[in-house]
């Protein structure tokens, strides 16, 4: 049988979690993965750029729309408001040969539409549970995540660089994340953008905050000019020294034997 899989990639903003998304994707992808759908959590929708695909509107500007009809009474009393925001996402998800993605991009006044919000988490939830694997790139801190995809997440990756800022930032977020009681099965610790140095030494110091360092990704020549030229990270030569470091940290985490 297989089993379903929710991976969310957090962490400071800039540490590299789009990077980091991409390049899981990448491994999957490459390992014969199907059937992935890669969420783009983060309002400024950069995923989209990073793996070369196009999109067109976003999840929030579908929900700004309903927003809209809702308040002049423009919803005909035929379809509920959730047939029609799942018309609406299902009308903005992207479909490629490799994988399948959705940008949440951003909606305005989220407090005061608390049903719509609801409905959105339980209908991406739907969604997500037609795909053996999702993965979700998010935005930095972690207060949106329950309003928007209130999904379970299996495997919660936190992004930070060799930084003590960044290691306070992934203890945060673990607060924020058991606070608003998002039901993780594991969460690690990912060190990026590692220039050269001890790798003990950061492995110790995860350890005393309560992590485990699952992976180390070095400072990539290759990431950075693909990001300059804006080619695709799904392109890059699968000798790349981060690619190789992703590739490692997704087989400690079992995701290319057991699951598919
Ligand atoms: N391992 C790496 N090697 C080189 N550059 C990197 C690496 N990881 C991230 N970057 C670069 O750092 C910047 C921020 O990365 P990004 O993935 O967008 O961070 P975030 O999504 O956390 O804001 C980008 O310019 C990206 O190309
Ligand atoms: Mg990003």
């Known amino acids: 049988m297989v089993q379903k899989i929710v991976i969310s990639v957090s962490g400071k903003g800039g540490t590299g979690k789009t990077t980091i998304t991409a390049l899981i994707l990448k491994s999957l992808i490459e ?38 009809k809702v308040d002049r009474g423009k919803i005909p009393p035929t379809v509920t408001r959730k047939e029609l925001l799942e018309g609406g996402i299902n009308s903005v998800l992207v479909e490629t040969d490799r994988f399948d993605l959705l940008a949440m991009g951003r909606s305005e006044g989220e407090g005061c539409y608390c049903s719509v919000n609801y409905l959105l988490a339980s209908i991406i939830d739907s969604i997500s549970r037609n795909y053996d694997l999702t993965i979700m790139d998010m935005e930095a801190g972690l207060e949106h995540l329950s309003r928007r995809t209130d999904r379970d997440v299996d495997v919660m990756l936190i992004v930070t660089d060799a930084s003590k800022m960044g290691f306070q930032t992934a203890s945060r977020i673990r607060e924020v994340a058991e606070k608003v009681h998002i039901d993780f099965k594991s969460m690690f610790l990912v060190l990026n953008q590692f220039k050269s140095g001890n790798e003990e030494y950061w492995r110790r110091i995860a350890e005393e905050i309560g992590f485990e360092l699952i992976g180390i990704i070095p400072v990539d020549p290759n990431v950075e000019y693909y990001n300059l030229v804006g080619r695709s990270l799904l392109e890059l030569p699968g000798d790349s020294p981060a690619y190789l470091s992703v590739v490692k940290m997704v087989e400690r985490l079992g995701l290319l034997n057991n699951h598919f």
Do not use: F, H, Q
């Open 31 to 68: 390992r014969g993965s199907k059937c992935i759908l890669a969420v783009d959590a983060d309002p400024a929708t950069n995923l989209p750029d990073v793996l070369g695909v196009r999109i067109g509107r976003t999840v929030g500007m579908v929900v700004d729309e309903l927003k809209r």
